[in-house]
């Protein structure tokens, strides 16, 4: 790889005037800029981002560092950073991802988010939940996406849960359904309640009570998906379901409330529809029939969080973002 010095030997100037027409361009004659900028082209030299910050570069100009605490690594909520990154390059920025994971020293997570001195920092997470914001994020301009902070003063972007149950159950109520069966995310699931405030303000609009309806909650962690069957099982009896519909607290669980009513011989949407939540990346059209869903909006998530550090917003507010009901072939 060619170095500074190449590229200073290959046009005659000194290191000075190369590192000139790296950072500070306006600051040369435009001949010995264009004769730099050829050796740099011919060379195929590519700046070393590591040694401007050595030589006291306080910050990387226009650059969103995120903080991602298992949002790049699964295929829910990979839409945050994508708009994160399209969002910024949109406005002259740009953004890097440092993945944090449980396991992780949180002080040396930090000092590598850190060194990269970002002009702001996006802390993200995959799910809904509340963090504990590491002291030394505090010291530049932070926002928080899909996730907030019981402690510290930053600005959230989150989905709007309640709307969203609310948006769907009362498609589902509007429709004739009156008896639905409720398979909620784990209880202690920060968008668990807020969930289920929604179908309830849902149900008090249309005069339904939802204390008749039957509520689980799965327990905690990926194993218990496989309880679900067994909950929707529960509920059948000599064949024919006693609930009129099933409202799942994420499509996974949809998924697997489809393989057992099909299993059974329990038609969707003839004989039970089914409606989900999250609109899981590249799924939702898969499901047979198609499955109606509450869209997670991590787009429009990510997009207005790194408005917030590009804008240089100030305020403090959580922002609930708009959690669209899309009605397909279940519902």
């Known amino acids: ?6 590229v200073a030997k290959l046009a005659n100037v000194s290191l000075m005037t190369v590192s000139r027409a790296i950072n500070t361009p306006e600051r040369l004659r435009p001949e010995t800029l264009e004769h730099v900028q050829a050796a740099i082209k011919q060379l195929n030299y590519v700046p070393d981002l590591s040694a401007k910050k050595v030589r006291g570069a306080r910050a990387t100009p226009n650059a969103i560092g995120v903080l991602a605490l298992d949002t790049v690594t699964t295929p829910f909520s990979v839409d945050i950073a994508l708009a994160i990154e399209e969002t910024a390059r949109a406005h002259g920025w740009h953004s890097f991802v440092i993945n944090m994971f449980e396991h992780d020293n949180v002080d040396d997570i930090m000092n590598l988010l850190l060194s990269h001195r970002p002009a702001g920092v996006i802390y993200t997470t995959m799910g809904l939940r509340h963090v504990q914001v590491p002291k030394k994020l505090l010291t530049l301009p932070c926002v928080l996406a899909n996730c907030e902070s019981n402690h510290a003063p930053l600005a959230s972007y989150i989905p709007d849960d309640q709307q969203g149950q609310y948006a769907g159950t009362q498609a589902l109520l509007k429709a004739g359904y009156r008896q639905p069966l409720c398979l909620y995310l784990p209880h202690q699931r920060v968008a668990s309640q807020r969930r289920r405030s929604g179908l309830e303000q849902a149900c008090r609009e249309q005069n339904v009570d939802p204390d008749t309806f039957t509520h689980l909650y799965m327990s905690d962690g990926d194993e218990h998906y496989r309880d679900i069957p067994g909950m929707v099982l529960a509920n059948i009896r000599q064949g024919k379901p006693q609930f009129d519909s099933v409202i799942c607290g994420n499509d996974r669980i949809a998924f697997m409330v489809y393989q057992t009513l099909l299993g059974q011989g329990i038609r969707i949407p003839q004989d039970v529809a089914v409606l989900g939540y999250d609109n899981m990346v590249g799924i939702g059209d898969l499901f047979l029939p198609p499955l109606s869903t509450v ?24 922002i609930k973002v708009n959690s669209p009901l899309l009605l397909r072939d279940s519902l």
């Open 1 to 6: 790889m060619s170095s500074l010095k190449d």
């Open 295 to 318: 869209q997670l909006p991590h787009y429009d998530i990510g997009r207005l969080s790194a408005l917030h550090i590009i804008n240089g917003n100030s305020h403090c507010d959580t």
